[in-house]
Nanobody, 122 residues
Framework: QVQLVESGGGPVQAGGSLSLSCPPS????????MGWFRQAPGKEREGVGV????????YYADSVKGRFTISQDNTKNTLYLQMNSLKPEDTAMYYC???????????????WGQGTQVTVSS
């Protein structure tokens, strides 16, 4: 497993945008996939989106489709999450993952970051 550190969270008004990033610290080889999860207070952690690193293929949860975009910087293996048209219900701790065998690149074998808080006010 590798250490992941998310950044870019913070407070934002509804309708605004934020960009999260997640650079892995010590990858010697790129992971097969990288993904984003989020967890709101009192709710289970849910997958937001995933990218297959070699092909660039992405997949999103219905709740964020059309508003969020996952991308990667292949040179640095950095994962990004561009969040537009934010809603109060997007308020959560956001986590990046890498190398997992489950949905959204979580599950068995996944490396996780510590999370970055996103707070959307109405």
């Amino acid at each position: 497993q590798v250490q992941l550190v998310e950044s870019g969270g913070g407070p934002v008004q509804a309708g605004g945008s934020l960009s999260l990033s997640c650079p892995p610290s010590d990858y010697t080889a790129g992971p097969f996939c990288m993904g984003w999860f989020r967890q709101a207070p009192g709710k289970e952690r849910e997958g937001v989106g995933v990218i297959i690193t070699r092909s660039g293929l992405t997949y999103y949860a219905d709740s964020v489709k059309g508003r969020f975009t996952i991308s990667q910087d292949n040179t640095k293996n950095t994962l990004y999450l561009q969040m537009n048209s934010l809603k109060p219900e997007d308020t959560a701790m956001y986590y990046c993952t890498a190398g997992g065998r489950g949905a959204y690149c979580g599950g068995s074998g996944a490396s996780w970051g510590q999370g970055t808080q996103v707070t959307v006010s109405s």
